[in-house]
């Protein structure tokens, strides 16, 4: 698997960000990410957990950025998207999770189920879309959860383990 970039929209406090990655080339396919504390290092490393598998290790499981979730009227909706790009084998992937969060009323905001959606690309350059109920397997198929930790890790983590 080679990751190509990855964009999040209203993704916890990232409201248009996006990164192109590293394309492998003369062994150059690693990418690190270095920031000071509290500028969403663990937060970005959440998202490519979150589109692929739907899950994060977030106490709070609301993803909608607090800017975002602010600035809503009643009866308004907003969705936090998180897309990756990446190759594995000659097929190239475009995964898409999105989540749409209304506010009510009361001033409260909830989100409603995710959408999962997976393009393909195969090397003729045809494209085609994965059935909702293949998509897991699908991931499962370029990077399964139980492999992902050792691909997707955050210093926090180093730390913990050293100690």
Not at 37 to 58: L, P, V
Not at 71 to 91: A, F, N, S, Y
Request: hydrophobic letters at 30%; proline letters at 2%; glycine letters at 8%.
């Amino acid at each position: 698997m080679l990751l190509e970039s990855i964009t999040l929209e209203n993704f916890r406090q990232f409201r248009h960000e996006s990164i192109d990655f590293a394309q492998g080339e003369n062994g150059k396919n690693v990418t690190i990410i270095i920031g000071e504390n509290g500028t969403g290092k663990t937060t970005f490393a959440q998202a490519f957990f979150w589109c692929m598998y739907g899950e994060t290790e977030f106490s709070d499981k609301n993803m909608l950025n607090k800017l975002v979730a602010n600035e809503m009227k009643p009866g308004q909706e907003c969705k936090v998207q998180v897309t990756l790009k990446l190759r594995h084998g000659d097929v190239s992937y475009t995964l898409m999770r999105e989540q749409t969060y209304r506010k009510d009323y009361s001033n409260r905001v909830k989100g409603d189920n995710t959408v999962f959606d997976i393009a393909k690309k195969d090397p003729n350059g045809n494209t085609s879309y994965v059935k909702k109920s293949q998509c897991e397997s699908e991931v499962k198929g370029i990077l399964p959860k139980e492999l992902s930790r050792y691909f997707f890790f955050d210093g926090e983590r180093i730390e913990k383990m050293s100690k």
